[in-house]
């Protein structure tokens, strides 16, 4: 969430203070190594922690309606608000946390709160290396002591290779780099996969495989994608993935 709050002043149009209040720059891209790299300039642009603070019941119908819950790069304040009214109402909904780059710049205390919520965890491989560091796990599946609420564990490799735990199994799906020309937005497009297949009551290696094809569709190109799959495309790539092991 971001809510553009305006300066306390009013700049003229051709005045350097409003240039700076227009000026909101965010470039992200992944080298060739597998990294993230996001460099953000907001200008005057900040969160209004009134909003969050306020209107409790529009949150609270939010959190009514929604199937899942989302936790990813933003603002610590409201997700643990929505997290904290997810336990007012004794809600079931299911938590996905995509770490991102939150891992490297929040505190632990509030990684381990959001954690304790989660239901499906997300991350690359140089996050969850961080995440070792910070909860002294030896395994991925060390994880499920720490945080008892974790159903599975999804872990994105450099090369695009997908690993998922669970308490008693493990899945993984091959690599896939040499069939993406762009890395960008190649993570979140599986796990918005993966979250749409769950949704749709499929199992994890199909999910997981859903997942993979957004991959595919996202970084098939250099440069921001504009060709949105439909929801038939990708089911008929998923059915041709499936039965190609």
Same mark, same amino acid.
């Given at each position: 969430?971001?809510?553009?709050?305006?300066?306390?002043?009013?700049?003229?149009?051709?005045?350097?203070?409003?240039?700076?209040?227009?000026?909101?720059?965010?470039?992200?891209?992944?080298?060739?190594?597998?990294?993230?790299?996001?460099?953000?300039?907001?200008?005057?642009?900040?969160?209004?922690?009134?909003?969050?603070?306020?209107?409790?019941?529009?949150?609270?119908?939010?959190?009514?309606?929604?199937?899942?819950?989302?936790?990813?790069?933003?603002?610590?304040? +409201?997700?643990?608000?929505?997290?904290?009214?997810?336990?007012?109402?004794? +809600?079931?909904?299911?938590?996905?946390?995509?770490?991102?780059?939150?891992?490297?710049?929040?505190?632990?205390?509030? +990684?381990?709160?959001?954690?304790?919520?989660?239901?499906?965890?997300?991350?690359?491989?140089?996050?969850?290396?961080?995440?070792?560091?910070?909860?002294?796990?030896?395994?991925?599946?060390?994880?499920?002591?720490?945080?008892?609420?974790?159903?599975?564990?999804?872990?994105?490799?450099?090369?695009?290779?997908?690993?998922?735990?669970?308490?008693?199994?493990?899945?993984?799906?091959?690599?896939?780099?040499?069939?993406?020309?762009?890395?960008?937005?190649?993570?979140?497009?599986?796990?918005?996969?993966?979250?749409?297949?769950?949704?749709?009551?499929?199992?994890?290696?199909?999910?997981?495989?859903?997942?993979?094809? +957004?991959?595919?569709?996202?970084?098939?190109?250099?440069?921001?994608?504009?060709?949105?799959?439909?929801?038939?495309?990708?089911?008929?790539?998923?059915?041709?993935?499936?039965?190609?092991?």
């Amino acid at each position: 969430l971001m809510i553009r709050r305006q300066p306390r002043s009013t700049p003229s149009n051709s005045s350097a203070a409003s240039d700076v209040y227009k000026r909101q720059q965010i470039y992200l891209f992944v080298d060739i190594d597998g990294h993230n790299h996001t460099y953000v300039d907001l200008g005057s642009e900040e969160i209004n922690q009134s909003i969050i603070k306020s209107y409790d019941n529009v949150w609270k119908e939010l959190v009514n309606q929604t199937t899942i819950i989302h936790v990813s790069s933003g603002n610590p304040a +409201l997700n643990k608000k929505i997290l904290k009214i997810r336990r007012d109402l004794s +809600l079931k909904i299911p938590v996905s946390f995509d770490v991102g780059n939150d891992i490297f710049f929040h505190d632990e205390k509030y +990684l381990r709160e959001i954690l304790n919520e989660t239901t499906f965890l997300f991350m690359n491989e140089f996050e969850f290396g961080h995440l070792n560091g910070i909860l002294h796990l030896h395994e991925p599946t060390d994880i499920f002591n720490f945080a008892g609420n974790i159903k599975a564990l999804s872990i994105v490799y450099k090369n695009r290779r997908v690993e998922l735990y669970t308490k008693d199994r493990k899945y993984c799906l091959p690599k896939i780099k040499n069939m993406l020309e762009d890395f960008t937005g190649t993570s979140d497009a599986y796990v918005s996969g993966f979250i749409a297949g769950y949704l749709k009551g499929f199992d994890y290696i199909r999910s997981m495989a859903l997942g993979q094809i +957004l991959m595919i569709y996202i970084g098939s190109k250099l440069g921001a994608q504009t060709c949105v799959p439909t929801w038939e495309s990708v089911q008929e790539q998923l059915e041709k993935y499936i039965e190609g092991g």
